[in-house]
């Protein structure tokens, strides 16, 4: 069944996604109650966000922080909006296909060595499956997007240094392999906006007109910096979460996802629409507060406020 | 008397000044020792940094914090490094001048109401005070280099929105005043890094070569990518304070300067060489966690560490 990309990610537009609800709540000891999750969706939705990345496709037993991962998704459907889900293997694909999400994230690594010691597998294996997953979701008669993460795309906490053309080679291969969509991941914050730009140049250049998604962590600080190197270079899927959501499971203790109210913030300030609400935004974070007291928000904008007296926002076009 | 700029500011080489010493301490209760100053600005000394803004000539019944602004001038001049002071009346500036700072920084406004409700005089005022202070330095037959931070130069907390188009002819009328070089500071955080981009290209243009100041604060969370966006423009000259020490008198309990650690990454990875080493200018944060206690060290990079297994240094050229 031909996937609609385009109708997900319009042609030209900007997609500032939240990911705060898979994300950021990967690593949490306490996560918020579907309630509280609902009434964030609810208002982030209201404010002009798109795209939820609602949860993992994992045993409720063990990661009982997704175990309403179905219900979100129902609801962020329920909405218009477009529901992105996690799965890690076969079971978990079959799960969020039959969950209905808008789009199903697998993930690989770029190097061989984290891909054997995070999925146990070799990349040639991993890219085998996900054109299993394709038949899977063709089979199905499904319209779920199939997107492939690609971790570790900007260098490796155990390899070190990535080639971006062995990155461009395996967003190939999962095109290849039948991916909808790749995504590029610094997900040990080791990228710097030179390195992106150049890695979201050639992505552009392979992906012609398709959309790719930018998944930056500001474990280092550079994920604005890192954003906007990324936009420019062509790149319009953004992945972010509230606060700045979630750790790196590599990098104990670090900061989390780019702040998705800071990313907001940016590309206002710089003339691109995003269609999102900022003080609307900024006001979720209260739920954060009250679900998870112990949890560090970050951003800086909240404490500030966008200027006051003067336009910042993105005219329209 | 001829004042060298190039000596100060090699042409094409990317200064980064360390104004933690003054911007840094203006509104913290506590500040170290002179002991403890010291041995901040010898370590960052050792680790390439070659400009450091060492205080204001106030008061030291008023200003304690700066009343060993002489002694640090001494000692940064001693390691032949740039010692930078602040002035704000004629008094300060004299004051400046017999210490022999490298280079005295006098502050105006961009807007009239900021002038006003900060120096109580119009900005003509200011001017022709600025060339006052060209005059001074000249009849004292100082090497002291004279520069002029415009502050709110990309909006005003009273005013609102600043036309770039004024601040260049602002800083026009600085140079036409005497003095050597100009600064533009986005005091508040207002800017975001397309118009950091386009005030810096006008700023570049007007200089014909000349360097000029950027002094950035990530109130908002735009201080990287506002950074990059300047040096891109031509910017070469950046200020920033270790751990982003300093808030904003127009913001209570906002984020402060760019942080420098931050700023050094930034360069480096975008393959920019900064000449300053890294993890011994984190290393010196332990100097503000020890003597400061209370206050809020900003920036990720000093927890997650830089990359490991991989270069992200700028290679020599």
Request: hydrophobic share 45%; charged share 20%; with cysteine.
């Amino acid at each position: 069944m031909a996937a609609d990309v385009e109708r997900v990610y319009p042609a030209g537009q900007v997609a500032l996604r939240e990911v705060g609800l898979r994300d950021g709540l990967q690593l949490t000891k306490a996560f918020p109650s579907t309630a509280a999750k609902s009434d964030w969706i609810r208002r982030e939705h209201a404010a002009g966000v798109r795209h939820f990345e609602v949860g993992s496709f994992l045993p409720a037993s063990r990661f009982p922080q997704f175990a309403d991962v179905r219900a979100l998704a129902d609801l962020v459907n329920g909405l218009g909006a477009h529901s992105l889900g996690l799965a890690l293997n076969e079971r978990g694909a079959r799960d969020a296909l039959a969950a209905g999400v808008t789009e199903l994230t697998v993930v690989m690594s770029a190097t061989e060595a984290h891909n054997m010691a995070n999925a146990r597998r070799p990349r040639e294996q991993s890219l085998a499956e996900i054109a299993g997953t394709v038949r899977l979701r063709d089979d199905a008669g499904s319209a779920t997007l199939i997107n492939v993460g690609i971790a570790m795309a900007t260098g490796c906490s155990l390899s070190g240094a990535v080639d971006p053309a062995e990155v461009e080679r395996l967003a190939a291969a999962c095109l290849e392999a039948g991916a909808d969509l790749v995504g590029i991941a610094d997900t040990v914050g080791y990228g710097g906006p030179r390195q992106i730009a150049d890695l979201c140049r050639r992505m552009t250049a392979l992906m012609g007109g398709r959309p790719y998604v930018v998944h930056l962590h500001d474990t280092r600080g550079m994920g604005l910096a890192n954003a906007l190197a990324a936009y420019d270079a062509g790149a319009r899927v953004f992945d972010a979460s509230l606060a700045g959501l979630g750790g790196c499971p590599f990098a104990p203790g670090a900061t989390g996802n780019v702040v998705f109210e800071d990313l907001v913030y940016l590309f206002e300030t710089a003339g691109i629409r995003t269609g999102i609400d900022l003080e609307e935004v900024i006001a979720v974070r209260e739920i954060l507060s009250r679900e998870m007291p112990d949890e560090t928000l970050h951003g800086t904008l909240a404490q500030a406020g966008p200027p006051k007296g003067m336009t910042w926002q993105a005219r329209a076009a």
